[in-house]
Nanobody, 131 residues
Framework: QVQLVESGGGLVQPGDSLRLSCAAS????????SAWFRQAPGKEREGVSC????????YYVDAVQGRSTISGDNAKNTVYMQMTSLTPGSTDVYYC????????????????????????WGQGTQVTVSS
């Protein structure tokens, strides 16, 4: 069974850090590009970051550039996103997803977080930043 399971979300204070995990089963993550998305209630899902194991590169949207790091561990078949300096604006449900349409995240840029390119999604993990 092909599955993605996110974890690592929670309630944190402004300025804190979190590491989100996305564990894959039923397939090898390194055969695909992985991405993190976020979604607030009533709003469209939007891309945050992309990781391509094959190309060994990443892409970040401007809003998280410098404050987030996406990475993968092939042995654990897991993708991570480390987020630092969290603000209340970071509060959302975060989802991971995979696609076979991205060969290089850095080379393809913002197109790599096109929601419609991703067919396999996790259930999401809630991140709440509040004092």
């Amino acid at each position: 069974q092909v599955q993605l399971v996110e974890s690592g979300g929670g309630l944190v204070q402004p300025g804190d850090s979190l590491r989100l995990s996305c564990a894959a089963s039923g397939f090898a993550l390194d055969d695909y590009a992985s991405a993190w998305f976020r979604q607030a209630p009533g709003k469209e899902r939007e891309g945050v970051s992309c990781f391509s194991s094959g190309a060994g590169d990443t892409y970040y949207v401007d809003a998280v550039q410098g404050r987030s790091t996406i990475s993968g561990d092939n042995a654990k078949n897991t993708v991570y996103m480390q987020m630092t300096s969290l603000t209340p604006g970071s509060t959302d449900v975060y989802y991971c997803a995979v696609t076979n349409r991205v060969s290089t995240c850095r080379g393809m840029g913002v197109t790599t977080v096109t929601t419609g390119w991703y067919a396999t999604w996790g259930q999401g993990t809630q991140v709440t930043v509040s004092s």
